[in-house]
């Protein structure tokens, strides 16, 4: 199975939850070398992808899922070093996400919460209000 179908189909629980916005193939495609992906063996068992807002050296996660059989076992903080690697070869000097639940790994792995008026200009104008998601900041070092 290609990188793109694992992606889809390792969001897809999430999303059928509400947890993680839909993507379409396409859009996974156009967007690959955003993500960071963990294996085990040939199975993508966590991605998450890191977009650069083009404004402020801001770079947003998006997409950031573990597999449900593997949950608790240390691989978000694994994913997280991973994002955080590929931040700063980008050059970012923080990154964000928008979530609304695991505000508690946000906080406990050294984001702080925002508020909508601390996001990019660009990504404030397309901030969901319906789904009113909690924003977490953290400082690329």
Known sequence: MDKVSQILNLIQPF???????SRSKDEIEQNINDFVLLFNDDQL?????????????VGEIYSLAVAQNVQNKGLSKKLLTKILE????????KIFALTK???N???????????ISDLPSK?????????NSS????DVN
């Open 15 to 21: 999303v059928d939850e509400g947890k993680i916005l």
């Open 45 to 57: 068992i966590a991605c998450a992808g890191l977009k650069d807002c083009q404004e402020g050296a």
């Open 86 to 93: 590929s931040a700063k070869q980008r050059q970012f000097a």
């Open 101 to 103: 639940f695991g505000t």
């Open 105 to 115: 790994w946000f906080t406990k792995n050294g984001f702080t919460q925002m508020q």
């Open 123 to 131: 990504r404030q104008q397309y901030f969901n209000h319906d789904r």
């Open 135 to 138: 924003i977490f900041f953290k």
